[in-house]
C-alpha cells in the first residue's frame, strides 16, 4: 500500500467512526479485539506475561484460567480503547466532561496549578488517556504530550491535527522534544508523559514488579530540572461508558546530590507509582510488546 492510500485509509476510517454512536463504536471495537485477540500471537504471549508480573506476588504464581480470562479483557479493553480515541474528536466537549471523573487527587492538579512551576503528569498505558488529555483542556490545564513521528509525515500530521483539535498539544518524538517540553514547563503549564515503556531504549534501570526493566527518565529529569510538580496518573476506562481517573500525591523530586543519582532516584518512585496504578485494572493495560526478560 502506497503511503497516500494508508492516508487515506485512516482518514476514512476515521470519518467513519466519528459519524457513528459512540456506545456502538465502543462495543465494536471491544468485539473485534476480543476475537483477534484470541489467538496465540506474539502480542498475547507479550501480554500474558506482563499481566502476569500485575496480578502476582513475588512467587509469580497465578491461576492460569484467570490469567487467561484477564488477557481477553486486556484485547476488548485495547480494542475499546483504539475506538474511542478515533472517535474522541467528534464527541462533545459536554460529553468527555460528564463522562470523566476524577475520582482522586484532583486536588493534587489544582495545588500544582496554583503552585505555578508547572505540572509533569507520567502516565501508563492504562485506558484511555487521550480522553483524560482531551479533560484536562476544559479545565484551563491544557497537556503537551509526547507522541512518535509516523510514516508518512502526513499521516502524523493528520493525526497531530486531530488530537490538536481537542484540546492536546503535540509535540515529535525527536532532538527538539526537551527543549519543547522545558519551555512548557518554565511557562507554568503540562506535560503528560507516557513511561511505562522505554522506547527509545535509552532510559533508566528500576525495580518494576519485582524485575529489573529501564524506563523513561524524562517525567524525573524534567521535574528534577525545572521545579515542576511530579505526579502520576491513570485514567480508567468504566464503569460503563464512564473514564475515571486517578493522580497520585506529587512525587518528591529534589536536588540531593549528583544529577543522574538523583533521576535514577525518583524515577524509581515514578515506577513504584505506575505499579500501584497498573494493579488497580491489569487488563487495562496496554502493552503488547516484551517488558519482562524472565
Known amino acids: 500500500m502506497s503511503n497516500k492510500s494508508r492516508v487515506a485509509l485512516f482518514k476514512s476510517l476515521a470519518t467513519i467512526l466519528e459519524a457513528l454512536p459512540l456506545s456502538f463504536v465502543s462495543k465494536a471495537g471491544e468485539k473485534v479485539a476480543g476475537i483477534v485477540?484470541?489467538?496465540?500471537?506474539?502480542?498475547?504471549?507479550?501480554?500474558?506475561v506482563n499481566i502476569r508480573h500485575a496480578l502476582s506476588d513475588s512467587s509469580k504464581n497465578v491461576d492460569n484460567d484467570l490469567l487467561e480470562d484477564f488477557c481477553d479483557r486486556g484485547f476488548m479493553a485495547y480494542g475499546k480503547y483504539w475506538a474511542e480515541s478515533a472517535k474522541?474528536?467528534?464527541?462533545?466537549?459536554?460529553?468527555?466532561?460528564?463522562?470523566?471523573?476524577?475520582?482522586?487527587?484532583?486536588?493534587?492538579?489544582l495545588a500544582a496549578k496554583e503552585r505555578g512551576m508547572g505540572t509533569v503528569i507520567a502516565i501508563p498505558h492504562i485506558g484511555n488517556w487521550d480522553w483524560g488529555g482531551a479533560f484536562w483542556s476544559q479545565i484551563g490545564m491544557t497537556m503537551t504530550a509526547v507522541a512518535e513521528e509516523l510514516d508518512p509525515p502526513e499521516l502524523f500530521q493528520w493525526f497531530k491535527k486531530k488530537r490538536e483539535d481537542m484540546g492536546l498539544q503535540i509535540v515529535p518524538l525527536n532532538?527538539?522534544?526537551?527543549?519543547?517540553?522545558?519551555?512548557?514547563?518554565?511557562?507554568?503549564?503540562?506535560?503528560?508523559?507516557l513511561c511505562d515503556r522505554d522506547i527509545?531504549?535509552?532510559?533508566?534501570?528500576?525495580?518494576?514488579?519485582?524485575?529489573?526493566?529501564?524506563?523513561?527518565?524524562?517525567?524525573?529529569?524534567?521535574?528534577?530540572?525545572t521545579g515542576a510538580t511530579l505526579v502520576a496518573?491513570?485514567?480508567?476506562?468504566?464503569?460503563?461508558?464512564?473514564?475515571?481517573?486517578?493522580?497520585?500525591?506529587?512525587?518528591?523530586?529534589?536536588?540531593?546530590?549528583?544529577?543522574?543519582?538523583d533521576v535514577t532516584r525518583v524515577t524509581q518512585q515514578v515506577a513504584y507509582e505506575l505499579e500501584g496504578l497498573i494493579r488497580r485494572a491489569p487488563e487495562q493495560w496496554h502493552v503488547l510488546q516484551p517488558r519482562f526478560t524472565s
Open 37 to 48: 485477540g484470541k489467538r496465540e500471537t506474539a502480542a498475547r504471549k507479550n501480554l500474558r
Open 200 to 225: 527509545q531504549n535509552n532510559g533508566i534501570e528500576v525495580e518494576f514488579f519485582g524485575e529489573m526493566v529501564t524506563i523513561p527518565a524524562g517525567p524525573a529529569t524534567l521535574a528534577l530540572r
Open 233 to 261: 496518573c491513570a485514567c480508567y476506562s468504566g464503569p460503563g461508558d464512564d473514564h475515571y481517573a486517578v493522580v497520585t500525591p506529587p512525587i518528591e523530586a529534589v536536588r540531593l546530590g549528583k544529577l543522574r543519582e
Open 175 to 193: 532532538e527538539h522534544a526537551g527543549s519543547e517540553l522545558l519551555k512548557t514547563l518554565k511557562e507554568g503549564g503540562v506535560v503528560g508523559l
Open 88 to 109: 474522541l474528536p467528534a464527541i462533545p466537549t459536554s460529553t468527555i466532561s460528564e463522562r470523566f471523573i476524577i475520582g482522586e487527587g484532583f486536588e493534587h492538579l
